[in-house]
């Protein structure tokens, strides 16, 4: 005769089925959840414009607005720390965001350095981007920028880059999707001098990212460029120089057919 099972076991019995299942299905259900991904940017170095010509004091230079533009899925952030105001700068580290709503700062980047200028008494972080003059010809190197330091801001990170406040300990600066942080022709190693410069057709190329320190989506298409015609004349004492914009490329450094500007 088989031995009797009472209802206590039997309920045992179910229970621990049930909690078999119920681990399987959570095994289950966490399996096939997907895993975070990273929602990187993807910077873009705007076509220069407002490029003009200055001549003053006999020195004659180029200078142009320029734009850092983020067409990724993501912000470009970075965040910058220091332990204490001995520190000279804060180590800045690019945070991104994932489509789990969580943030982790993936590489350092640089530091953050306060600027004491005139006009420029704020935290920067260098080499965000970088400016080029070349001969339209061979494309070979006339003069680099002299710009080093940016403060990115945009409408999802509006601040001043705390400016007048040289001793804070952190601070977090940044580009949203779809927004653009833009930066005034002339200023900090924004233009070039092209007073002895010969007459001729030349590049002005502008670089998001130049030395490949952020993580971003797509890196093939940080530069963009303007080609400009330049005569550079004297008549006796008199010294005539005149800038003629040709066209725009775009996602490039240099292009076969620039964009017209006369659309």
């Known amino acids: 005769m088989p031995p009797r099972t009472t209802a206590r076991a039997r309920a045992a019995a179910v229970l621990a089925t049930l909690l078999v299942l119920a681990l399987g299905l ?82 350092t980047v640089g530091a953050l350095r306060y600027v004491r200028e005139p006009r420029h008494r704020y935290w920067h972080l260098d080499d965000v981007m970088s400016f080029e003059l070349r001969t339209a010809s061979s494309f070979s190197l006339v003069a680099r920028g002299s710009r080093r330091g940016y403060c990115l801001r945009s409408p999802s990170f509006p601040h001043n880059c705390g400016r007048g406040q040289s001793r804070l300990l952190s601070l977090t600066m940044g580009v949203g999707p779809a927004e653009v942080s833009r930066y005034a022709p002339i200023s900090e190693g924004q233009s070039f001098n092209v007073t002895n410069l010969r007459s001729g057709h030349y ?7 130049p030395h490949g320190r952020f993580a971003e989506s797509d890196s093939s298409d940080n530069a963009s460029s303007v080609l400009f015609t330049l005569v550079n004349r004297r008549v006796g004492r008199a010294h005539k120089v005149r800038l003629t914009l040709v066209g725009a490329c775009p996602g490039v450094e240099r292009c076969a057919n620039p964009e017209s500007f006369a659309r």
């Open 203 to 209: 590049w002005l190329v502008e670089r998001a990212d």
């Open 26 to 107: 959570g095994a289950t259900s966490r399996a096939q959840a997907p895993a975070p991904q990273d929602l990187l940017p993807n910077l873009q170095a705007a076509v220069p414009d407002h490029v003009s010509l200055a001549v003053s004091h006999a020195r004659a230079l180029v200078g142009f607005n320029s734009a850092l533009v983020n067409a990724g899925q993501g912000p470009l952030e970075v965040s910058g720390t220091r332990s204490s105001t001995a520190q000279p700068g804060m180590r800045a580290e690019q945070l991104v965001t994932r489509t789990d709503g969580t943030t982790a700062a993936v590489r």
